[in-house]
Nanobody
Framework: QVQLVESGGDLVQPGGSLRLSCAASGSIFRICAMAWYRQAPGKQRELVAA???????NYPDSMKGRFTISRDNAKNTVYLQMNSLKPEDTAVYYCNADVQRAGLETRSIYWGQGTQVTVSS
C-alpha cells in the first residue's frame, strides 16, 4: 500500500510563512507527479501547485508569486513553501501523488489526510 502523510500546518499571522511537507511511503515503483490542493469550509477543493517527476511546476494564476512547490525524489517527498500568507489562505491542505506501485503496470492517485493551515492575527 501507499501512504501520504502531510506535516507543517500551523496557525500563523498574516504575512507569515509556512513550509508544508508530504512524504510518500509504501511499495512504490515510481511517482509520476505530485501536487498540493486546499479546501476551505464551504468551498470547492482547488489546486495550489503541481510538480512533475522532472521538476516542472504548474500554478494557478492566483497562487503564483507567493507559493513554491518542490520535491525530493530520493525521499518521495513534496514541499510547499508559502510566503506572505493571508487569512483567505486558511484551509486544509492536501497532497496527492500519481503512483505506480511496485509489480504493477497501472497508476493510481493517492491522497493524504490533510494538514490545517490557519492564518489569523
Amino acid at each position: 500500500q501507499v501512504q501520504l502523510v502531510e506535516s507543517g500546518g500551523d496557525l500563523v499571522q498574516p504575512g507569515g510563512s509556512l513550509r508544508l511537507s508530504c512524504a510518500a511511503s509504501g511499495s512504490i515503483f515510481r511517482i509520476c507527479a505530485m501536487a498540493w490542493y486546499r479546501q476551505a469550509p464551504g468551498k470547492q477543493r482547488e489546486l495550489v501547485a503541481a510538480i512533475s517527476s522532472g521538476g516542472y511546476t504548474n500554478y494557478p494564476d492566483s497562487m503564483k508569486g507567493r507559493f513554491t512547490i518542490s520535491r525530493d525524489n530520493a525521499k518521495n517527498t513534496v514541499y510547499l513553501q508559502m510566503n506572505s500568507l493571508k487569512p483567505e489562505d486558511t484551509a486544509v491542505y492536501y497532497c496527492n501523488a500519481d503512483v505506480q506501485r511496485a509489480g504493477l503496470e497501472t497508476r493510481s492517485i493517492y491522497w493524504g489526510q490533510g494538514t490545517q493551515v490557519t492564518v489569523s492575527s
